[in-house]
């Protein structure tokens, strides 16, 4: 048999410009490792510039993106449909966020800035390139990428056991998640003859192109049934979540921060792709699976953290508990949950990473026991303008009216309703009556009356109190006036749903 | 479809089968009885004053993964090449801007020291 | 079908609505305390003016159950091409709660007076957590689209949770907790509530012709979603048995936070029973309706009980507030005309008396320095003017025919009695246990021999704040009553004096809403047909 060498010539300069904020961040990665080799002085200062910059010439991008994107490029390999570029815009918001409040943290436990923002941006870069994925092979590589330089940044602190602990074990057991992924999408490949997203939802959906066996395969559901391993894992959904609250927990606060809202939007948009429209055909074989980890990752997320005593250990577990929410509207594989998906992760962004602003800046201030909740004791005498911003974050991720929490976890909500899915949506309403005490706690330990009177804590670093006020805007701006951005996140999943010919 | 790899099959049945053979029939030929200087690493040198069996400076790990790392990246220059004439300029282009980037992560290397033996 | 008008060409709700919003922004940007402490209590008394023009704009027309001064505007009605979400900015006041928007103008004006003296420590942030409060509240009353409603329902919560938590009394975080697990358990079954409502019939709007009203749900249906929303409002209320949250929120709240709270939040839960639970649910209501009845009355005799024998007199009040909110439950669930009528004239006697006791709990505690009945004796006759105005209170509080209250108990036993003599027989019983505390509170603090007050410790707590805050006060308050004190009470026993002489200027205004309510419960498929529970 001869091998054939077809060489496809196609590659203009459009498909580049459909990746243009993807290649912004790749740029300014180089740029940051060559500054940091060469730049001596200020380098913290220097870096957080370099990174700041970079992000913004990126959403500016990704603005432009916005109206001119392509449905496929590269070989129908990269999208650059609306869908993709939103998510673009809550990893960056997020970066951006992330490397406001880090600078503070940077001086607090030493570590080199360069490598650190570096490294964030070269994980940003995977998170993008997940987000826009139309082929297997690139999700998987994007998800390498991203999760590379992740592990890298959990031990970033290399002077704390904790933290060698949280990049080593975050490194097995994720690999190990990435074997099930891929093989997975070999099984996937091996049934129905494509690794493109668009061709195995025609495959399924009426045969062409492949052969009329696919959908009745066995390869294909074991294969989904790796995949489905996979992401949920990498979403740390229970019982795939083990990892998580220790990872959370020892990697630095500011890496935390960015990968438990990034990482989680960047697969959860490969997941919908995949699952809600890849699959979309098949749906009544996976949606069983699929409302049994929401429910699991509900219940076990929300009573977990009822007992926890570490603050990132707390927002660990609600993190699991968010993914369940998610996962919910996922489950409802209709429009309006995948609307929802995408502006929880707007709403995500915001609320959570300033939760950990607040850590990162008690920790800066406390030292390690800034981790403990206990050490929030009578911050609202202390400190008062931080200890409302944290108020406003617990009450949004409560999911309290007036936040953004509240619009996001109702949107999901009645997606699962609009599709029949009752269930799940009592249970969602339930399982967040839960949430409640535990995330009031600490605004009730907030509250209670300082140990030593009269002691006010130092100012919050500038740059850490920017993000905190940018997030806390965010917050009650989404809550209140959804409308514009919930508008943005229509049209991303009505131009996605376009290309896949759903209504 | 299959059957264009049976001769695969058999020549590696005969390469392994020829190894297998060479070294069962020594083992069972062959007189065996050991001592004690027999089993030293160097039968015929000197004696060995601590075992040979050390961790290995970090450097050494270091310097394997660079390797690795550039090694497979070079590999990829390869298929390139096959196909370079299809491609014509953009790909080329392309190339140049690959090899910058691995030219950024070496001078980045160099720069941190990650090269330097002595420290 | 409920219709929307507006006559007054001015999106007049939505200024009351954000009045004190903005109020509490500026609060926060002024630079002294003094400042916002004059800032604070204008905004709300300019508040009230307007709310006070609602009842003003007010028609009567009689021909239709009218929400007026409507003011709708798009939200987040629809997601284009994906789904309707009926989300709508939609305010507007039919005849029961247009009573109630005015009413909380004129209680938050006077919770936020109070506050300004009997606050001191970290005040401005008080005033600014109550002006938001009066927000949330409003829109409560205001609102005329389901999400809107749950969103200031939930939102009333928030500042309560710091208002009782910070500024609170003795066991305030106990107290907290409770208030809020239980409120917030009532208030996401509700939320489910909404959800079914929205997947069944695709609106959340109260009015037009799609409106929710125009469209009930089959019985069965009814039947689950009448009895989330019944939980959420029974827990406000609060409903024997989901009531013993109450007792502690109420002792430990600071008394200011308290005219919000028993005067005005209890209100939205019986409120919510009139507006939602009757309107939307007819069938449901009057399936449940012997249930609720013989709940309520069970609550009344209970709480009324324990009101009996509490010696703390903080406590001794609150039962009293549990015992008459159940009585308007009754009055609710009679499903006629005379007894809803009733119990929207008793919401707002009740508010105006609980204030009141409450009010004068705070001041006794000032001057005594103690809580406990016992304790008490001969106040009278050391501070008269304090025992005379007290006095029109305890009357007032055991219906004294004249007073406010007679003719709102009165309307609603008239109206239980129409529908069962036996339960109105048995309620009849709670006013007679009402005057039998209410006269030994009286007797006991302001009568019999005098005792000396309770002194302070001479080492005050290192945040001991106002005279009012008990138990950490610095010191006790001397004199008689204070001019600040009796102008709060001015206009409480005006409104007392003028709903005892005239309560038909409410009834009359009332009636024509209430009049289409019971024609939709009455019309509504009977009991038992249909399938119940």
């Known amino acids: 048999m001869m091998l054939v060498v077809s060489v496809p010539l196609h590659v203009t300069l459009a ?165 099930f992924l891929v093989y997975g999408m070999a099984m996937v490949y091996g049934a129905t003859g494509t690794t493109r997203i668009l061709q195995i939802a025609t495959c399924l959906g009426h045969g062409a192109g492949c052969s009329a066996a696919a959908s009745a395969s066995p390869l294909l559901y074991i294969g989904v049934g790796l995949m489905l391993v996979g992401f949920a894992f990498k979403v740390s959904i229970v019982p795939f979540h083990m990892w998580t609250p220790d990872v959370y927990q020892g990697a630095p606060t500011p890496v935390t921060a960015f990968m438990s809202v990034t990482t989680k939007a960047a697969v959860f948009a490969a997941f919908i792709r995949v699952f809600n429209f890849a699959l979309a055909p098949i749906e009544s074989h996976w949606y069983g699976v699929v409302w049994a980890l929401a429910i699991v990752t509900m219940v076990v997320g929300n009573i977990v953290a009822l007992v926890q005593t570490s603050m990132k250990r707390l927002l660990a577990y609600s993190g699991i508990a968010h993914a369940g929410y998610i996962l919910v509207a996922l489950a409802a594989d209709n429009a309006l949950g995948q609307t929802s998906v995408a502006f929880y992760f707007l709403a995500y962004a915001f609320m959570n990473i300033g939760a950990f602003v607040v850590v990162a800046v008690m920790e800066s201030q406390e030292g390690p026991v800034g981790d403990e909740i206990a050490s929030y004791r009578g911050l609202f005498y202390r400190n008062p303008s931080l200890a409302g911003a944290t108020a406003v974050f617990m009450f949004s991720l409560a999911g309290f009216p007036l936040t953004a929490g509240f619009v996001a976890k109702y949107l999901a909500f009645s997606a699962a309703v609009q599709a029949h899915h009752t269930d799940l949506a009592i249970i969602g309403v339930l399982t967040s009556l839960i949430s409640i005490y535990y995330y009031l706690r600490v605004v009730y330990v907030m509250l209670r009356r300082p140990e030593v009177p009269g002691v006010q804590s130092p100012p919050t670093p500038a740059a850490a109190d920017l993000a905190a006020w940018i997030a806390v805007a965010g917050t009650i701006g989404l809550g209140i006036i959804p409308t514009g951005f919930l508008n943005l996140a229509t049209q991303s999943v009505t131009a996605i749903r376009y290309i896949f010919g759903l209504p | 479809m299959l059957t264009e790899y049976i001769p695969i099959l058999i020549l590696s049945l005969l390469a392994g089968g020829f190894a297998l053979t060479n070294i069962a029939v020594t083992l069972l030929s062959g007189p065996y009885r050991p001592s004690r200087e027999k089993l030293a690493p160097y039968e015929s040198g000197m004696t060995e004053i601590q075992p040979p069996r050390q961790r290995f400076p970090v450097k050494f790990y270091v310097i394997a993964m660079l ?23 953009p790909g080329f282009v392309e190339m140049l801007i690959f090899v910058l980037i691995l030219a950024v992560g070496y001078v980045f290397l160099w720069k941190k020291g990650a090269l330097t033996w002595e420290r | 079908m409920p219709i929307t008008t507006n006559t007054l060409h001015i999106p007049l709700l939505t200024i009351i609505l954000l009045l004190p919003s903005l109020g509490a922004a500026i609060c926060w940007v002024v630079p002294s305390v003094r400042l916002a402490r004059l800032l604070a209590p204008a905004v709300a008394i300019i508040d009230f003016i307007l709310s006070a023009f609602v009842l003003v704009e007010f028609h009567l027309t009689g021909s239709a159950w009218e929400f007026q001064l409507a003011d709708r505007r798009d939200w987040i009605e629809s997601l284009p091409g994906i789904a309707h979400l009926g989300i709508t900015y939609w305010l507007g006041v039919d005849g029961v709660s247009v009573f109630l928007v005015v009413l909380t103008g004129l209680m938050m004006a006077i919770a936020i007076a109070a506050a300004t003296f009997m606050i001191t420590e970290r005040l ?45 009394e003795g066991r305030r975080f106990y107290a907290t907790m409770k208030f809020l697990v239980y409120t917030i358990f009532g208030s996401f079954l509700m939320l489910v509530g909404i959800f079914y409502l929205w ?113 703390d007199i903080k406590r001794l009040v ?83 025919p004249g007073l406010g209250s007679f003719s709102g108990e009165f309307l609603i036993l008239l109206g239980v009695f129409r529908e069962n003599a036996w339960y109105a027989s048995i309620a009849a019983v709670t006013v007679i246990l009402a005057a039998w505390y209410m006269i030994r509170f009286f007797q006991d603090s302001m009568n019999g021999p005098e005792k000396e007050p309770i002194e302070p410790a001479a080492e005050p707590a290192a945040d001991a704040g106002s005279v009012y805050q008990f138990p950490v006060f610095q010191r006790l308050i001397r004199g008689d009553l204070l001019p600040g004190e009796i102008l709060l009470y001015v206009p409480l026993v005006l409104l007392i004096l003028y709903l005892g002489v005239k309560p038909v200027t409410v009834t009359r205004r009332v009636d024509p809403t209430v009049a289409r309510l019971v024609t939709l419960v009455r019309s509504a498929p009977s009991p038992g047909l249909g399938g119940g529970p």
């Open chain 3, 124 to 168: 401005r942030a008080f005033l600014i957590l109550m002006l938001f409060l009066e927000t949330a509240l409003f829109g409560v009353f205001m609102a005329i689209n389901l999400f809107l409603f749950f969103v200031f329902w939930e939102a009333m919560l928030i500042p309560s949770y710091f208002l009782l938590g910070v500024w609170g």
């Open chain 2, 67 to 89: 390797f690795l790392l550039f090694d497979i990246e070079g590999v990829s220059f390869f298929p390139w090449a096959i196909i370079l004439r299809g491609l014509r300029f």
């Open chain 3, 318 to 400: 609150a039962y009293s507030s549990i015992s008459h909110m159940n009585l308007i439950v009754l009055g609710i669930f009679a499903l006629n005309a005379t007894g809803i009528d009733g119990s929207v004239l008793q919401m707002i006697n009740h508010s105006v008396i609980i204030s009141g006791l409450f009010l004068a709990v705070a001041y006794i505690t000032a001057r005594t320095g103690t809580r406990l009945l016992p304790q008490m004796g001969g106040l009278g006759r050391r501070w008269p003017l304090l025992m005379w105005l007290f006095f029109v209170f305890v009357l007032a509080g055991l219906d004294l």
């Open chain 1, 15 to 179: 498909d580049w410009g459909s990746i243009l904020p993807e290649l912004v961040v790749t740029g300014g990665f180089l740029v940051l490792l060559l500054a940091d080799a060469f730049i001596p002085v200020r380098r913290t200062e220097v870096a957080t510039g370099i990174a700041l910059l970079t992000i913004l010439l990126a959403f500016l991008a990704a603005m432009n993106l916005w109206s001119h994107g392509m449905a496929a490029s590269l070989y129908d390999t990269v999208s650059s449909d609306k869908f993709a570029v939103f998510f673009d815009f809550v990893i960056l918001v997020s970066a951006a966020l992330t490397a406001l409040l880090s600078p503070s943290y940077i001086r607090y436990s030493h570590f080199d800035p360069g490598e650190f923002y570096a490294l964030i941006l070269a994980s940003a870069v995977g998170m993008m390139f997940m987000a826009a994925a139309i082929s297997l092979m690139v999700i998987f590589i994007a998800l390498e990428l991203l999760s590379l330089a992740l592990y890298i940044l959990s031990g970033f602190e290399r002077s704390r056991p904790e933290s060698q602990e949280a990049g080593f074990k975050y490194f097995l057991l994720s690999s190990f998640a990435s074997a």
């Open chain 3, 199 to 311: 997947s069944r019939t695709g609106t959340l709007d109260m009015a037009g012709p799609s409106g929710l009203v125009a469209h009930p749900l089959d019985p069965t249906a009814q039947t689950w979603v009448f009895l989330a929303f019944t939980l959420a409002f029974a827990i406000k209320l609060p409903l024997f048995p989901l009531h013993s949250w109450a007792p502690d929120a109420y002792s430990e709240s600071p008394v200011p936070f308290l005219i919000a709270l028993a005067g005005i939040m209890s209100k939205a839960g019986a409120f919510g029973f009139i507006r939602y639970c009757v309107a939307l649910f007819p069938t449901a209501a009057h399936n449940f309706q012997a249930l609720i009845s013989i709940l309520a009355i069970i609550g009344m005799l209970y709480a009324a009980g324990l009101a009996l024998v509490q010696t």
